[in-house]
């Protein structure tokens, strides 16, 4: 479960918006995955883990029934070896600008981006940590997908205007 445990917390993060209370969830979730250890029969150890991690998330989202904000710091989309200074200007608006359009997603949708995007998780792997069938999962990243580039471009429309 160890090797797992910075993809537990990336996906914590995301669903949570807090690193204190990622941090929280994920320890209450590995508590919980030791504790049903014995019950695991499956082949894929992460997804278990992660589909621990996202219940329990949800079940402190739904303790506190607030909408998060969501931490940005920890998303490298962009990697340049020699940025120069409009570079990293233009790099941080974009992160920005994909920070505030990933925010506005609804968690369902916010959670198969970041499980396939972020931690490259197939879609087989997705189903099983949210318990959806594989077309839900690509029904919801299809729709995540394009509710982003709506919001991205929308915003990119309002700066130049």
Not at 9 to 31: I, K, S
Not at 72 to 81: A, S, T
Not at 146 to 157: P, V
């Amino acid at each position: 479960m160890l090797p797992h445990l910075d993809a537990a917390h990336n996906l914590a993060r995301w669903l949570l918006g807090n690193p204190q209370d990622a941090e929280d969830a994920v320890q209450e979730a590995y508590l919980r995955a030791l504790t049903y250890f014995d019950g695991f029969h499956g082949e894929d150890g992460r997804a278990w883990l992660l589909a621990i991690v996202r219940n329990t998330c949800f079940e402190c989202l739904h303790k506190k029934r607030r909408y998060v904000e969501m931490p940005f710091e920890h998303l490298e989309l962009f990697r340049d070896d020699s940025p120069g200074p409009e570079t990293l200007q233009l790099r941080d608006a974009d992160r920005v600008a994909v920070q505030r359009g990933l925010e506005t997603l609804p968690p369902e949708f916010r959670e198969v981006l970041v499980l396939r995007e972020m931690e490259g998780m197939s879609y087989k792997q997705i189903a099983q940590i949210t318990d959806v069938p594989i077309g839900t999962v690509m029904s919801r990243l299809a729709r995540a997908r394009r509710r982003l580039l709506e919001t991205l471009t929308a915003a990119s429309r309002r700066e130049t205007a």
